[in-house]
């Protein structure tokens, strides 16, 4: 079992700059690939972005590439998604996810609680 926690999620302008945090705990959690999901207001949960274990792979959804960066830092257990040039459209509540392959980063079996993130135009 791995447990995630987020924070670093509040209110920003847009144009600004947030960075979110995930502590990870549990058993063997720096063999997990880690990413980022979000879910807006009145939309389905959706993919952000994705790193391996050793941080050697990335993959990121279109709209936030050259935005938003991901990485981590095994030692901490944690893993962080810097988002840079903020849009209203960002506003979302932001999940952390581990899976134990690269291949299941999209379908990932453990979820944090989320963070909200709102972008204010």
């Known amino acids: 079992q791995v447990q995630l926690v987020e924070s670093g999620g509040g209110l920003v302008q847009a144009g600004g700059s947030l960075r979110l945090s995930c502590a990870a705990s549990?058993?063997?959690?720096?063999?997990?690939?880690m990413g980022w999901f979000r879910q807006a207001p009145g939309k389905e949960r959706a993919f952000v972005a994705a790193i391996s274990w050793t941080g050697g792979r990335t993959n990121y959804v279109d709209s936030v590439k050259g935005r938003f960066t991901i990485s981590r830092d095994n030692a901490k257990n944690t893993v962080y998604l810097q988002m840079n040039s903020l849009k209203p459209e960002d506003t979302a509540v932001y999940y952390c996810?581990?899976?134990?392959?690269?291949?299941?980063?999209?379908?990932?079996?453990?979820w944090g609680q989320g963070t909200q993130v709102t972008v204010s135009s």
């Open positions: 996810t581990a899976t134990r392959t690269w291949v299941s980063a999209y379908t990932p079996a453990y």
């Open positions: 549990g058993r063997t959690a720096n063999n997990y690939a």
